[in-house]
């Protein structure tokens, strides 16, 4: 394509889903297990450039079992999510951030990047498509899942030369459910999720199926979620298997894990940095160890800790648990200050208060 905001070519699914079907799934959508009627599709190849977007029924795609990106893991992915506002119309939130993330993402894969422009396009193209997929309920979104795999056919260690670009969609009610006021971690001590040097910037599938064993051991254990510590030393805390983590004290400060090649850089934490700084608190991107937050959990010192990512919004931290450690964070529920951040950041992201740092992007 020459052009990247050239309109994409539509063509409409010829069984949508039924209005009333649609609507009885919008009533409770779970997450990640309905999805709407279409998809954007667009083509990359050395040479060519990208070329064939366009909007079209969702369904399978067909692959060749030499296509590289099943063999050699050159796969990367974004989320992101379109809201219903008060006015009735759909809007996303930051989406330029997730545009220059995808971006960032490829060029550490060796992909092809993406414009910024395309790739707000074909978000843009797939919300006004499934616009009657945003679910109304509070809490609720559609979820947007922009990825891109190596499509060329061809088994050798390189770069590829061909990808393929798709946008699915996916009404999305609460991450975390069944009612608990905070959730429970586990510290993994055998598994790190990323290493210095490594891919843990980038958002790729490799970094989170290597996060999987670890969950895995952190459910066995009775806890919702793991949390990894720094590959090097095995004593600093990094981040959650898909979320980055802030801490709050007693004396207006809140800090979170820097960002140093090895913490995928959200979007939401990014957010969350600076609506505590307009709430007038204190913040700080440092290295925190496992045993500091231990100790301070247990003087009191700390008052809160909370998990943040596009999916689970803003979740308090109730309690961590892991080898030699079981600890509680506060009264083991939501703080004021998480309450308050998670408030100001939804009634931002859905059109129910000012936007001060022009976040909101209204899709016509």
């Not at 909007?55 to 974004?78: C, K, N, W």
Request: with cysteine; proline share 7%; aromatic share 10%.
């Amino acid at each position: 394509m020459t052009d990247p905001i050239e309109p994409f070519a539509v063509e409409a699914n010829p069984s949508p889903v039924d209005p009333a079907a649609r609507a009885a799934i919008l009533a409770d959508p779970g997450f990640g297990k309905s999805f709407t009627d279409h998809m954007v599709s667009i083509r990359y190849r050395a040479g060519q450039g990208w070329y064939d977007a366009r909007v079209m029924p969702r369904g399978p795609v067909l692959l060749d079992p030499a296509t590289s990106g099943l063999h050699y893991a050159q796969q990367i992915f974004e989320g992101m999510k379109a809201y219903r506002t008060p006015d009735g119309s759909a809007a996303l939130f930051r989406p330029a951030a997730n545009a220059a993330r995808f971006r960032a993402s490829a060029k550490r894969m060796a992909m092809a990047e993406l414009p910024d422009a395309l790739f707000l396009e074909s978000v843009r193209a797939l919300v006004r498509a499934d616009r009657d997929w945003i679910p109304p309920a509070a809490g609720s979104a559609l979820y947007l899942r922009p990825f891109m795999y190596a499509s060329e056919v061809f088994l050798g260690v390189k770069p590829a030369t061909e990808y393929h670009y798709l946008v699915i969609a996916s009404p999305a009610g609460p991450y975390f459910k069944g009612g608990a006021p905070a959730i429970s971690i586990w510290v993994s001590q055998d598994y790190s999720r990323a290493a210095p040097g490594g891919t843990g910037a980038a958002k790729c599938g490799g970094n989170y199926a290597a996060s999987l064993i670890a969950q895995a051991e952190s459910i066995a254990e009775g806890c919702d979620q793991v949390v990894f510590l720094d590959a090097r030393e095995c004593r600093y805390v990094e981040e959650l298997g898909g979320m980055n983590l802030f801490f709050v004290f007693d004396d207006n400060r809140i800090v979170t894990p820097p960002l140093t090649g090895t913490i995928l850089p959200g979007i939401t934490r990014d957010s969350i940095l600076t609506l505590a700084a307009d709430m007038g608190l204190q913040v700080e991107e440092r290295a925190y160890a496992i045993d500091e937050w231990q100790a301070d959990a247990a003087s009191g010192h700390l008052r809160e800790t909370l998990a943040c990512g596009t999916a689970a919004v803003v979740t308090p931290v109730g309690a961590v648990r892991g080898r030699d450690l079981d600890f509680r964070i506060g009264n083991g529920g939501p703080g004021d200050v998480t309450s308050a951040l998670r408030d100001r950041l939804v009634a931002i992201q859905r059109g129910e208060a000012p936007d001060p740092h022009g976040w909101v992007e209204r899709v016509d």
